[in-house]
């Protein structure tokens, strides 16, 4: 709320200005759109933990990739279609 609705026209444009300040307040006018028939593109799984020993690190990564592979044979059961690819992420805070 550090800038007013006049500062943000005023640097985006109206239109740019209004839509910024509406969204940071949790406004939208859009309509909504129905998404019943579209399927998900993704099947994601994410654990965050503090530093831990290989064994817990390996206990976490069999029991994401158990719940990732259920919701896969779920998903190929209810939409016959199968992952193409998969994407595994690490990712350490300095001094961890």
Known sequence: RLLTLDDLVSGLGEENGRWVFDACRGIE???VKSTLKVLPKSITAFKSFPKVSYP???KWTAL???DVMKRVQLD???NN???RAVTVGYTMKPGG
Do not use: F, Q, S, T
């Open 29 to 31: 006018h859009e309509e």
């Open 64 to 66: 994401l990739a158990r």
């Open 76 to 78: 190929n059961a209810r």
């Open 81 to 83: 279609r199968i992952p």
């Open 56 to 58: 817990e690190l390996e």
